[in-house]
């Protein structure tokens, strides 16, 4: 069994960047599919996005479309977020998870395994 840990949240300005991080520790990384998603308090988890076991397919929400950029590292056993142009209502906790299927999908239901999150805060 996996366990992920996000870090690399915190306060930035608008326009600004952050880099999430998601470390697997327990299995190796190349053994699942990843994606990113958020959570505003009340509400449900969004995808923002996946990538693929094998690292070659990705997909974003339209939201993020040219801002954010899911990657891995396999040997670093890391997932990663580059999250560029930050905007007030990306404030959210922001959670990775891992899928034990080939490709990633866009629902939260096709992940097994959950990250605790971290806390981004974009100011205007």
């Known amino acids: 069994q996996v366990q992920l840990v996000e870090s690399g949240g915190g306060l930035v300005q608008a326009g600004g960047s952050l880099r999430l991080s998601c470390v697997a520790s327990g299995r190796t990384l190349s053994s699942y599919a990843m994606g990113w998603f958020r959570q505003a308090p009340g509400k449900d988890r969004d995808c923002l996005g996946g990538i693929s076991r094998n690292g070659r397919s990705t997909f974003y929400a339209d939201s993020v479309k040219g801002r954010f950029t899911i990657s891995r590292d396999d040997a670093k056993n890391t997932e990663y977020l580059q999250k560029n142009n930050l905007q007030p209502e990306d404030t959210d906790v922001y959670y990775c998870?891992?899928?034990?299927?080939?490709?990633?999908?866009?629902?939260?239901?096709?992940?097994?395994?959950w990250g605790q999150g971290t806390q981004v805060t974009v100011s205007s």
């Open positions: 998870a891992a899928s034990g299927s080939s490709y990633s999908g866009n629902q939260a239901a096709d992940y097994g395994y």
